[in-house]
């Protein structure tokens, strides 16, 4: 019943930084609230499958990281403004990708089978 849109994306040269949002229109994800739920950032690039790129658990703290990304993305929560954020440092051409983010039960990882609310994406450009 509630919206996942994503905002922050854009063109910028390699070695750059972005901050991509996560926003949330409601509080609640088929019987879950938003600061029940994991909270993930994917990615696709053109010709490829969605990947993994970082996830705040909501789990003992725990967050996850690809390691492509790891040291220069980093994943945080505002459960008071029911938004997530990625911030991305060190931008490289690879990262060039549409961005989703996604919420699932607390403990969901790697895997986009445990999501079970997608945004519709923003697009990330890195050129060289």
């Known amino acids: 019943q509630v919206q996942l849109v994503e905002s922050g994306g854009g063109l910028v040269q390699a070695g750059g930084s972005l901050r991509l949002s996560c926003a949330a229109s409601?509080?609640?994800?088929?019987?879950?609230?938003?600061?029940?739920?994991?909270i993930g950032w994917f990615r696709q690039a053109p010709g490829k499958e969605r990947d993994f790129v970082a996830v705040?658990?909501?789990?003992?703290?725990?967050?996850y990281y690809s390691d492509s990304v790891k040291g220069r993305f980093t994943i945080s929560r505002d459960n008071a403004k029911n938004t997530v954020y990625l911030q991305m440092n060190s931008l490289k051409p690879e990262d060039t990708a549409v961005y989703y983010c996604?919420?699932?039960?607390?403990?969901?990882?790697?895997?986009?089978?445990?999501?079970?609310?997608w945004g519709r994406g923003t697009q990330v450009t890195v050129s060289s």
């Open positions: 996604a919420a699932g039960a607390a403990g969901s990882r790697r895997r986009t089978l445990d999501y079970d609310s």
């Open positions: 409601g509080r609640t994800f088929s019987g879950r609230t938003f600061s029940s739920s994991a």
């Open positions: 705040d658990t909501w789990t003992g703290g725990t967050t």
